[in-house]
């Protein structure tokens, strides 16, 4: 098992950027978890993002995030990364980490660790 916290969001303009960090800990090493990022708004489930695993060469995203949000994690460092770049009203969410033993899934009932997220707002 492992914890994380991730931090990093806030208040952004439309095509702003911003940089979420989600910092693990725990006696189980980092690298043996794929990471994944899902987000939920006001109403809305939540939501598959990003994910990577466990040594960093595979990496996916939503369809809705491709070639603005960029994701990657730094095993030294315990620490996981999601590069947000011309975010659009649409982005705002609550954006949480998570940790899976085995391969990135995209359903976050398949994960039992998580953040306990935070928030981004990008207004128009």
């Known amino acids: 098992q492992v914890q994380l916290v991730e931090s990093g969001g806030g208040l952004v303009q439309a095509g702003g950027s911003l940089r979420l960090s989600c910092a693990a800990s725990?006696?189980?090493?980092?690298?043996?978890?794929?990471m994944t990022w899902f987000r939920q708004a006001p109403g809305k489930e939540r939501e598959f993002v990003a994910g990577i695993s466990r040594g960093g060469g595979t990496t996916s995203y939503a369809d809705s995030v491709k070639g603005r949000f960029t994701i990657s994690r730094d095993n030294a460092k315990s620490t996981v990364y999601l590069q947000m770049n011309n975010l659009k009203p649409e982005d705002t969410a609550v954006y949480y980490c998570?940790?899976?033993?085995?391969?990135?899934?995209?359903?976050?009932?398949?994960?039992?660790?998580w953040g306990q997220g935070t928030q981004v707002t990008v207004s128009s």
């Open positions: 725990g006696r189980t090493s980092f690298s043996l978890y794929a």
């Open positions: 998570a940790a899976r033993a085995r391969a990135i899934l995209t359903d976050p009932r398949q994960y039992d660790m």
